[in-house]
């Protein structure tokens, strides 16, 4: 950060100066980030584009901002690794024949199903859906539709499914300004081609199974978008997060400030810690010592010069830490007997910066973002901060269970098209997707102090 020497100065006496400047270098446009009133539809190639956001580049911005914080991106991260669990596995259902509830689950290794599972890399794949849904609120999966062979019989069915990154992906409105197509493409900032832009049918997800029956009866539309979104008031196109309600509150600017402003602390008031004083003596006794003449010049300044540098080096560096210079003093007598006069004198530079300034409004921030991201900071592993806390391992515990409770509507959310697919391919509706949980609990109930469940059962 390049502040310059008369900011820097003005900033000795007054610290919030810098704090401002701190904020202008790392460009906090976090108020104006959301600001999307009267937004209209972009044309573009023969299509009309629903922006999302003002310069219809926010998922952009928005990963931008996540990598300047570290606190936000692992938030990020850590909410869609609770949800994904231990990962899916393809099972078949077994129920009770008179109650027609769920006994047992028996994992699927092989037939039509499972080949069709291994192929598509499901377990890959949703972490890609909830890493989109964690990040940005809304995941993009394409159906591809294809022949398949059924009792020696051709037919067409959903022969895989692929995941269409968030940032990339924007909806196609019709005329209406109703969603109609998925538009794929890396280069909306850069005017992109008719080619460069990946056109796919988007599904109506409240009646997918009889909509994507429909298209395929008529031949139509073999690459189908469905899509995925948590619910979010008041947005027509595009959900939104809660948590990028801290990039609203400033609460992200004055985080993303503090490293600044501490980086700016350490380079420009702590650049000199000692002053030393030296005697005129004490080079007169060195030159005796060493022979050199008083029109010696070149020689009296080789002296003074590696005089200095052997004092800097011993008075600085952790390497020197508790080490000691030692000098002469020389005795001056006078009227009322003899005085000590020092050769050398070393002072340090008194400072008032201990290295722990600006600490607790970082871990308020930390806090607080953490709590709008729903992530209590001690399943993380650390809490930042000076007055951190360690809970007990059974509070943890307990806490996380409540987190993988709160985390299942995002497994859901990410498993939405397995129903449809298995219709559509006429698979037994007892093949399921689960996804297994990681329970961990005490010693005297699992020996490793983990138990595993299968959760999330999508009928």
Same mark, same amino acid.
């Given at each position: ?127 890609? @859906?909830?890493?989109?849904?964690? =990040? !940005?609120?809304?995941?993009?999966? $394409? &159906?591809?539709? *294809?022949?398949?062979?059924?009792? #020696? ?122 002053? @030393?004083?030296?005697?005129?003596? =004490? !080079?007169?006794?060195?030159?005796? $010592? &060493?022979?050199? *003449?008083?029109?010696?010049?070149? #020689? ?14 011993q008075v600085t560096g952790e390497e020197n830490a508790g080490k000691a210079v030692v000098s002469k003093m020389k ?11 020092k050769l050398m004198t070393v002072d340090t530079i008194k400072n008032d910066i201990s290295g722990g300034e600006y ?101």
């Amino acid at each position: 950060m390049n502040i310059p020497e008369e900011e820097m100065v003005s900033w000795v006496g007054d610290k919030i100066a810098l704090y401002k400047t701190a904020c202008v270098v790392l460009g906090n446009d976090t108020l104006t980030l959301f600001d999307e009133k009267d937004l209209q539809p972009i044309p573009m190639q023969g299509f009309r584009v629903a922006p999302w956001g003002v310069d219809n580049a926010l998922p952009q911005r928005v990963m931008a901002k996540i990598d300047a914080a570290e606190i936000v991106g692992t938030n990020a991260n850590f909410n869609w690794k609770v949800a994904y669990g231990l990962g899916p596995k393809l099972v078949e259902v077994i129920r009770d024949p008179e109650t027609n509830r769920v006994k047992d689950f028996k994992e699927v290794i092989e037939g039509e199903a499972y080949d069709w599972y291994m192929r598509n890399n499901v377990p890959l794949l949703l972490q890609e @859906i909830m890493t989109d849904l964690s =990040y !940005f609120g809304n995941a993009f999966p $394409l &159906l591809i539709a *294809g022949p398949k062979e059924e009792g #020696g019989k051709k037919r067409v069915g959903i022969r895989s499914i692929v995941h269409r990154e968030a940032m990339f992906s924007r909806w196609g409105l019709t005329k209406k300004d109703l969603i109609s197509r998925h538009l794929y493409c890396a280069k909306w900032d850069d005017s992109p081609t008719k080619e460069e832009i990946q056109d796919s049918y988007v599904i109506d997800e409240y009646n997918a199974v009889a909509d994507i029956s429909n298209r395929l009866l008529l031949g139509k539309d073999t690459r189908m978008c469905f899509p995925i979104y948590i619910t979010s008031p008041g947005r027509p196109y595009y959900s939104y997060p809660n948590w990028w309600s801290i990039f609203r509150s400033g609460w992200y600017d004055q985080l993303t400030s503090i490293p600044a402003l501490k980086k700016a602390i350490l380079k420009h008031n702590l650049g000199v810690r000692h002053i @030393i004083y030296i005697a005129d003596e =004490y !080079f007169k006794e060195k030159e005796e $010592l &060493l022979k050199i *003449g008083k029109d010696d010049h070149k #020689g009296r300044k080789e002296l003074y010069d590696e005089v200095v540098k052997q004092l800097c080096e011993q008075v600085t560096g952790e390497e020197n830490a508790g080490k000691a210079v030692v000098s002469k003093m020389k005795m001056i007598p006078n009227g009322n007997g003899a005085s000590f006069e020092k050769l050398m004198t070393v002072d340090t530079i008194k400072n008032d910066i201990s290295g722990g300034e600006y600490l607790t409004d970082y871990e308020t921030g930390a806090n607080i973002i953490s709590y709008a991201m729903d992530v209590h900071p001690s399943l993380i592993g650390a809490t930042p901060g000076k007055n951190s806390n360690s809970l007990s391992g059974s509070n943890i515990r307990e806490i996380f269970i409540m987190k993988q409770s709160l985390s299942k509507p995002m497994a859901y959310l990410a498993l939405q098209w397995w129903p449809v697919v298995r219709t559509i391919n006429g698979w037994d509706r007892n093949l399921e997707i689960v996804i297994q949980d990681s329970l961990f609990t005490t010693l005297d109930q699992s020996k490793s102090g983990e138990v595993k469940t299968a959760n999330n059962v999508t009928q």
